[in-house]
């Protein structure tokens, strides 16, 4: 079982998200924005992230670049999740570091095959 962090300022997005990841047999953590979410971090460690691109105060953008420049976070896994299909979006999410770059809304399929894909072993790290 991993642990999974789900970031998103929209209560109801993370609600859905922990809906679908504990169907899937995961253990999720949530946040309101980075500054929660980094405090969850640092009291227990976490295989993946969901999270969302527009929050108030730091942006997913540069959450999941602290994330990935963080020699001890580097492995964690981050879905990015936005509203917005536009290549400047695309551009962002890449340039972030994030592993995928996802659009919502997201449906229950989509997610299960995400997870499988990001916490199978054969995942690269």
Do not use: Y
């Not at 047999?25 to 980075?34: Q, S």
């Not at 640092?42 to 969901?50: N, Y």
């Not at 959450?63 to 917005?84: N, Q, S, W, Y």
């Amino acid at each position: 079982m991993s642990t999974v962090l789900v970031v998103d300022d929209d209560s109801s997005i993370r609600q859905i998200l922990r809906e679908f990841i504990e169907l899937e047999g995961h253990r999720v953590l949530e946040a309101a924005d980075a500054t929660s979410a980094r405090r969850a971090m640092a009291q227990e460690p976490v295989d993946l992230v969901f999270l969302d691109v527009l929050m108030a105060g730091e942006s997913g953008t540069s959450f999941c670049h602290a994330i990935k420049d963080d020699p001890e976070c580097r492995g964690i896994k981050v879905i990015l999740l936005t509203g917005f299909d536009g290549e400047r979006a695309w551009q962002q999410g890449l340039r972030s570091g994030a592993d995928i770059f996802v659009v919502k809304p997201v449906n229950r399929e989509r997610i299960k095959v995400l997870l499988k894909e990001l916490l199978s072993p054969e995942s690269p790290a």
